[in-house]
Nanobody, 133 residues
Framework: QVQVVESGGGSVQPGGSLRLSCTVS????????IGWFRQAPGKGREGVAC????????DYTESMKGRSTISRVSATNTVYLQLSDLKPEDTANYYC??????????????????????????WGQGTQVTVSA
């Protein structure tokens, strides 16, 4: 059974940093990608960053480019999203999602994964990030 569990959210002041974690279990291979998405109050969900487990290829959207870093520790099947220079507009619920197979990897290569949420079959419950003075 696939499980996706996020952690690491919290409240920070503008300019602060947070490291979000996403632990994935239930996969017997590395043939999947992990995307971080966020949803602010009253807004639609948007992609932030994505990484392929098999080759480590990463991609970022403009939403937090330059202020976010995605990485993965294969030994623990954990993906991290380091957020820095946080702004009040970064306040949102941050979700981790997993997409399987070559189709998902192609989306990362083509840099269109953020428009293909349906390809991400497994979602975590989310972790709240609040940025305020």
């Amino acid at each position: 059974q696939v499980q996706v569990v996020e952690s690491g959210g919290g409240s920070v002041q503008p300019g602060g940093s947070l490291r979000l974690s996403c632990t994935v279990s239930g996969f017997s291979t590395d043939d999947y990608v992990i995307g971080w998405f966020r949803q602010a109050p009253g807004k639609g969900r948007e992609g932030v960053a994505c990484i392929s487990a098999s080759d480590g290829k990463t991609d970022y959207t403009e939403s937090m480019k330059g202020r976010s870093t995605i990485s993965r520790v294969s030994a623990t099947n954990t993906v991290y999203l380091q957020l820095s220079d946080l702004k009040p507009e970064d306040t949102a619920n941050y979700y981790c999602a997993v997409g399987r197979g070559e189709e998902s990897r192609v989306l990362v290569v083509l840099r269109i994964w953020m428009h293909a949420e349906a390809q991400f079959e497994y979602w975590g419950q989310g972790t709240q990030v609040t940025v305020s003075a």
